[in-house]
Nanobody, 119 residues
Framework: QVQLVESGGGLVQPGGSLRLSCAVS??????MGWYRQAPGKERELVAV???????IYADSVKGRFTISRDNAKNTVYLQMNSLKPEDTAVYYC???????????????WGQGTQVTVSS
């Protein structure tokens, strides 16, 4: 139904910026989001964007991160500014599609991309 490929992770200095990309192949999702998981911690929501453009952010990233979508390219981005060491985690892209027919609905995850914030 859909495949997700994340890119853009890497090593960055505190206060620096990165932009993550999630390329979507297959059907168009109703909502896409970014989650992250740090060592020893549970996976947590970072940001979500719905098809209409509505966004949700975790309190820890509000004012620093921005989620956006390029519908023509079927790609979702996460712009991360003012990065802190506590932002270090594996970041995962997620795509969801709702349907009255369960077989047409999905909840798919990408493979993850490592973001490390360190001097």
């Amino acid at each position: 139904q859909v495949q997700l490929v994340e890119s853009g992770g890497g090593l960055v200095q505190p206060g620096g910026s990165l932009r993550l990309s999630c390329a979507v192949s297959g059907s168009i999702p109703n909502a896409m989001g970014w989650y992250r998981q740090a060592p020893g911690k549970e996976r947590e929501l970072v940001a979500v964007i719905r098809s209409g453009g509505t966004t949700i952010y975790a309190d820890s990233v509000k004012g620093r991160f921005t989620i956006s979508r390029d519908n023509a390219k079927n790609t979702v981005y996460l712009q991360m500014n003012s990065l802190k060491p506590e932002d270090t985690a594996v970041y995962y892209c997620n795509a969801q599609r709702s349907s009255t027919i369960p077989a047409f609905a999905y909840d798919v995850w990408g493979q993850g991309t490592q973001v490390t914030v360190s001097s």
